[in-house]
C-alpha cells in the first residue's frame, strides 16, 4: 500500500516548476520527518527531472530538425548543437512538447518502509544514452569521498556525468550507494527510480567540520584582550564616548586602521573624520564596535595566513559587505545598519582557512558549480568537512560572536536555513553574496532564491536589476575600490 502519494505532472520543466517540486519535496519530507536530508534528496529529485526532461526536448529537437535520433550518424551530428539550440529556443520546444503530449512526471511515496522517489518521462531511453547513464553509475563505486572526485580527470560527455555522480555521493553521505537508483524502461516510458530504506539511512550530521580545520582553527588566536574590553564597553548602553576614546587611544595602530576606515568612500560620511570621538559621533558606538573587530579579525588572520590568500577574499568579503550595508538601508532594515556590514566581510572567513591547506578543492568546487549551476553549499557538503560557511561559523563562536552573526555566516549559502529570529540578516548577507556573482554574470537571476527575493519585493527581475543599478551608481560616484579598505 503506498502512503502519501504526491504527484506532480508537467510537460516540460523551467526555473519555476523546479521551484515547485523542490518545495514540494521539502513538504513531503518534513510530513515523514526526514527534513534533514533534503539538500541531498533535493538535488538527486532536480537531476531525475533535468535528465527527463532533457530526454523529450531531445526527440522534439531531432524532429524539428528532421535527423532520426535512433540512426548513430544523425545522433552525433545532432548531439552537438543540441544543447545550444535548447538554449537558445528554448520556449519554441517546450511549445512542442505540450503539442506532441510529452511530459515529466515525478511521484513521491512510502511503501512498505521505503521511501520512493520516482521520475517517468514518456520517452524510450536510447541505447547509447543508457549506455552512458550506466557507465557513470558504474565508475561511482570507486570513489570512497567527493575528494575522490575533485582528484579524478572524468569525461563528461554531454554534461550529465557530474550530475550522476554527485547524486551518488549524495547518497552515499546518507549511508547508501548507487545500487539504490534504479533505472527502468519499456517501449514506452523511461524511469529513474530512488528507493530509499528509511530505517538504514543515518541522521546528517551538519555541524561536521574536518579534523585538520579544526587544529587550524584551534591554532588561530583569541582576539585581543584589551579589544575585547572595548566590545564590552561598546556594548553598554550607557557608554561614554570619552571614555572609549580613551581605552582605544592605547592602541595607535587601532586608531590608524579606524580613521582610515571611516574616511573611505565606503562610509560616505560627510566630512573627514580627524578623531576617535569623531568617529564615534558620525558612526555611532556599534559602527565603530563593528570598525574595531574588523580590524582585529584582519590582524589576526593577515599575520596567520599568507597575504595572497587573504587579500582575494577579503576584497570579495568588502564587496558583499558593502552591498549588505546599502541593501539594508535603501531597504530601511535600522535593526541591522550596523551589524550586517559586519556579516558581510566575515561571510566567507572560512574560505581563508581552506584556501590555507586546500587551495585546488575550493577552485574545483567552484569551477563544478558554475558548470552544473549549483551551491558551492551543496558541494561543500559532499567533502569530509570542508564546507565553508560551517568553518567560518565555527571561528565566529570561538571568538564568541553573537548568535545572529554566527548564524548569517553559516548559512549565506543556504538561507533558507536562518534562525526566523535573525532572518533579515541572513537573507540580506545571502542576498549581498549573489548580487557580488550576479553582475559578473557567474550567476543568473533565477537561481538566486525566491523566498529571500520576495521578501523584499524584488521577484521581478527588473526591480532587482534597477536596485543593482543604484548601487553600482554609488560605487561609481564615489569611486569606491574595495581592495583596500
Known sequence: MLEKLVTLRYAYINHQREENIEKELEKYLDSIDRKDIFSNLNYITKEFVANANKANLKRVFFNSNNLDINQEVDYKKGIQNFRDEININYENYVTLLEKNGYFVRLDFYVSKGFLIISAINNTQILPIEKERFLKKLNITDKFKSFEDVLNTGLDMEESAGYGIIISVMMLKKIGLNEKFIKLIEDAKYTQMKLIIPLSLIKKMDEEYVADEIVKEIDEIPQIPQHIVDLQIALNNENANFTVISKIIKNDPTLIAGILKTANSAFYMLPKKVNSIEEAVRLIGLKGVRNLIL????????????????????????????????????????????????????????????????????????????????????????????????????????????????????????????????????????????????????????????????????????????????????????????????
Not at 589576526?300 to 570579495?316: E, N, P, Q, T
Not at 568588502?318 to 551589524?339: C, H, M, P, R, T
Not at 548577507?429 to 538566486?448: G, P
Open 294 to 485: 574588523t580590524y582585529s579579525i584582519r590582524n589576526i588572520l593577515v599575520d596567520k595566513f599568507h597575504i595572497s590568500i587573504f587579500k582575494k577574499i577579503i576584497s570579495h568579503s568588502n564587496e558583499v559587505a558593502f552591498y549588505a550595508y546599502n541593501l539594508s538601508k535603501k531597504l530601511g532594515l535600522k535593526n541591522i545598519v550596523d551589524d550586517i556590514y559586519l556579516a558581510g566581510i566575515l561571510h566567507d572567513i572560512g574560505k581563508i582557512i581552506i584556501n590555507s591547506l586546500k587551495p585546488e578543492m575550493l577552485d574545483k568546487i567552484k569551477k563544478i558549480c558554475r558548470e552544473k549551476n549549483i551551491s558551492e553549499y551543496l558541494i561543500e557538503n559532499l567533502t569530509d568537512g570542508y564546507n565553508h560557511s560551517l568553518i567560518g561559523a565555527k571561528l565566529a563562536k570561538k571568538w564568541n560572536f553573537p548568535e545572529h552573526l554566527v548564524n548569517a555566516i553559516s548559512t549565506h549559502h543556504n538561507p533558507l536555513d536562518v534562525n526566523k529570529n535573525y532572518i533579515d540578516m541572513g537573507y540580506i548577507t545571502y542576498l549581498a553574496d549573489r548580487i557580488y556573482y550576479y553582475i559578473r554574470n557567474e550567476i543568473n537571476f533565477d537561481s538566486i532564491k525566491s523566498e529571500v527575493l520576495e521578501r523584499y519585493n524584488l521577484l521581478k527581475k527588473e526591480n532587482f536589476d534597477n536596485l543593482i543599478t543604484l548601487l553600482n551608481k554609488e560605487i561609481d560616484d564615489k569611486k569606491i575600490t574595495f581592495e583596500d579598505q
